[in-house]
């Protein structure tokens, strides 16, 4: 199995940065994907940002120019740099890995850190 452990989060200004990261371990399975989601209260989960193995990236076209996901393959983490946020950012941010193991796509998740940007 794989375990995600997240860091940074926190509360910041309208207009401030924040950056988050996340760090996989626990399995010789290649990750395919990693990535972030987010939780605003009431609403569903979000995919913000997602990265290949070979540096492919997408996201959600909300934080598109703003936010920039990359990932470090021999160390297995990933991090999300949260420019120009904005209030609608504020949701519990959850780290995600997506790999192979035997014959299925398996999905590993964090226990989320709490991202609050004030207006």
């Known amino acids: 199995q794989v375990q995600l452990v997240e860091s940074g989060g926190g509360l910041v200004q309208a207009g401030g940065s924040l950056r988050l990261s996340c760090a996989a371990s626990g399995s010789k399975s290649s990750i395919l994907y990693m990535g972030w989601y987010r939780q605003a209260p009431g609403q569903q989960r979000e995919l913000v940002a997602q990265i290949t193995s070979g540096g492919s990236a997408n996201y959600v076209d909300s934080v598109k120019g703003r936010f920039t996901v990359s990932r470090d393959n021999a160390k297995n983490t990933v991090d999300l740099q949260m420019n120009s946020l904005k209030p609608e950012a504020t949701a519990i941010y959850y780290c995600?890995?997506?790999?192979?193991?035997?014959?299925?796509?398996?999905?590993?998740w964090g226990q989320g850190t709490q991202v609050t940007v004030s207006s």
């Open positions: 995600n890995a997506e790999l192979l193991v035997g014959a299925r796509i398996a999905d590993y």
